[in-house]
T-cell receptor, first 116, second 113 residues
Framework: NAGVTQTPKFQVLKTGQSMTLQCAQD?????MYWYRQDPGMGLRLIYY???????DKGEVPNGYNVSRLNKREFSLRLESAAPSQTSVYFC???????????????FGEGSWLTVV | AQSVAQPEDQVNVAEGNPLTVKCTYS??????LFWYVQYPNRGLQFLLK??????LVKGSYGFEAEFNKSQTSFHLKKPSALVSDSALYFC???????????FGKGNQVVVIP
């Protein structure tokens, strides 16, 4: 069972470079999310997509853009990387629109990004 | 606003002893509550959730959690800890009508052989 798959697993960028984190889920989920995890801060939501064709900002959207390419795929782009974006990034998905239910969010294995 | 507090940075427990990881929450309305576990260099794995109904929720790997509305708590428990339970544990809450899941900062659990 693949679940949520994200690539790359590890990446080192120089300040100012751009890159895209790819994410795909095979659970036919409607909602997808991008989180970042920093020590002592838990997980913070960057962007989410409640359904195909829609995206919304989370807590920390600055410096990021997203694309919901289709129902399966949700990519995160760093246009001009900064050292403050050094973090672990997690893609996640949930069945349906979770606003009105207790749908569980399922996570990918993470992408470790270092910006030097 | 919705938020979660996990007051202890690290919980140390001897193997075989009961394990408790504390979580309190703040949300408007009835909460949806979740526990996740994260092993080193891995993603978050879902353990259990409370939606409605019985206040005691049973989940994966022998874990359970008790919802206490009056104390706004959702503590995670395991009767007998294993060394393999050593990991980072996250509590999360979502309020009704809210698509965002608010996470606590996480608790590092260390089970001592």
């Amino acid at each position: 069972n693949a679940g949520v798959t994200q690539t790359p697993k590890f990446q080192v960028l120089k300040t100012g470079q751009s890159m895209t984190l790819q994410c795909a889920q095979d659970m036919n989920h409607n909602s997808m999310y991008w989180y970042r995890q920093d020590p002592g801060m838990g997980l913070r939501l960057i962007y989410y997509s409640a359904s195909e064709g829609t995206t919304d900002k989370g807590e920390v959207p600055n410096g990021y853009n997203v694309s919901r390419l289709n129902k399966r795929e949700f990519s995160l782009r760093l246009e001009s990387a900064a050292p403050s974006q050094t973090s672990v990034y997690f893609c996640a998905s949930s069945e349906g629109d979770s606003r009105y239910s207790g749908n569980t969010i399922y996570f990918g294995e993470g992408s470790w990004l270092t910006v030097v | 606003a919705q938020s979660v507090a996990q007051p202890e940075d690290q919980v140390n427990v001897a193997e075989g002893n009961p394990l408790t990881v504390k979580c309190t929450y703040s949300v408007s309305g009835n909460p949806y509550l979740f526990w996740y576990v994260q092993y080193p260099n891995r993603g978050l794995q879902f353990l259990l959730k409370y939606i409605t109904g019985d206040n005691l929720v049973k989940g994966s790997y022998g874990f359970e959690a008790e919802f206490n509305k009056s104390q706004t708590s959702f503590h995670l428990k395991k009767p007998s800890a294993l060394v393999s339970d050593s990991a980072l544990y996250f509590c999360a809450v979502r309020g009704p009508g809210n698509n965002r899941l608010a996470f606590g900062k996480g608790n590092q659990v260390v089970v001592i052989p």
